[in-house]
């Protein structure tokens, strides 16, 4: 199996640098001193579950002459997903399947729309984490990856990704319903995203405060809102599911949206709450808290405001 991994950063380099040391060929597009560091050192693992380790990277910035891959993880942040599929048009095979494990429940659309239909796979990543510095990835929990087919239908060719995950210590299910995996997701992220970097507070502070946790809640009772207008089944129970995952967080925990809004770094803002908040307009599902965040840090989207 040929594996190309656009994204080499937390997710990508993660699940890239396992399926690498169980004997997997992978492929790391990259660029800037990650991708120099990647080819002159390897790609270096520190994991606070399994300890630290380097693989030899194959890493490149393009795929000019690449063979078609049989399977891309499509790890890039979500308002790059347009730019970075139509640069790996060249390695996708007649039934590549891309592998979106981004943030957000549209980008698979994006795929579809660049790259043709039937390569986009929907997948939800359950991990955390980061690039510590160029050629080195920090993970301090979680591992898991599921994936399936857009249209539900069995896949020998995500079968076969599974295994190759398995071989490697990844666990990894292929499952018929993966638009429910991806909202079930969404709706965690996007409380989590949106109260973190609208208080600039720790998801701790958040839940000690009545107002930011009830809000907290609210925002997830408004996309399960969306979810189940638009025709996803949703558990009855998501919502209180969702609230109790976070009421297991770390005090500490941030976000990803968080990190990039105090960095002044662009924020993957529309794939989260400006989705939600324009599709809960066309379905006629109110959304007055994900408005509220959407609308307070619509000024920073594209990086700290200019004065």
């Known amino acids: 199996m040929r594996v190309l991994v656009v994204g080499a950063g937390g997710v990508g380099g993660y699940f890239g640098a396992h399926l690498v040391r169980a004997g997997t060929a992978v492929t790391f597009l990259a660029r800037g001193a ?40 499509f790890c890039v942040k979500s308002f790059d997903t347009e730019t970075a599929a139509a640069a790996i048009r060249p390695a996708i095979g007649s039934d590549t ?17 660049v790259l043709g239909p039937a390569h986009a796979v929907g997948g939800v990543a359950y991990v ?11 993970h301090r929990l979680g591992g898991r990856v599921v994936f399936g ?31 429910r995996a991806l909202w079930e997701k969404y709706l965690m992220i996007s409380a989590q995203a949106g109260m973190t970097g609208l208080t600039r507070a720790p998801i701790g502070v958040i839940r000690s405060v009545p107002e930011t946790w009830r809000m907290y809640r609210l925002i997830v009772e408004e996309l399960a809102a969306i979810a189940r207008a638009g025709g996803v089944r949703l558990g009855d129970d998501v919502v209180d599911s969702v609230v109790k995952a976070a009421e297991g967080l770390a005090p500490e925990a941030l976000s990803s949206l968080h990190h990039d809004l105090v960095q002044g770094r662009r924020l993957e803002l529309e794939a989260l ?23 307070a840090l619509k000024p920073h989207v594209d990086g700290r405001p200019a004065r």
């Open 97 to 113: 399947a891309v592998v979106s494990l981004q943030n957000g429940v549209d980008n698979e659309e994006t795929l579809d729309r």
């Open 273 to 295: 709450h400006g989705h939600a908040a324009r599709l809960g307009q066309r379905l006629g599902v109110a959304t007055p808290m994900v408005l509220a965040v959407y609308a």
């Open 149 to 179: 087919e857009l249209d539900g239908r069995p896949s020998p060719r995500l079968e076969r990704l599974r295994a190759a995950f398995a071989a490697a210590g990844v666990p990894a299910d292929v499952v018929p319903d993966i638009r």
């Open 34 to 73: 990650h991708l120099e560091a990647m080819r002159r050192d390897g790609l270096r693992i520190r994991s606070a579950v399994d300890g630290e380790w380097t693989v030899k990277a194959d890493a490149v910035s393009d795929v000019a002459g690449q063979p078609p891959a049989d399977v891309v993880l």
């Open 128 to 138: 955390f984490a980061t690039i510590e510095a160029p050629g080195v990835i920090a």
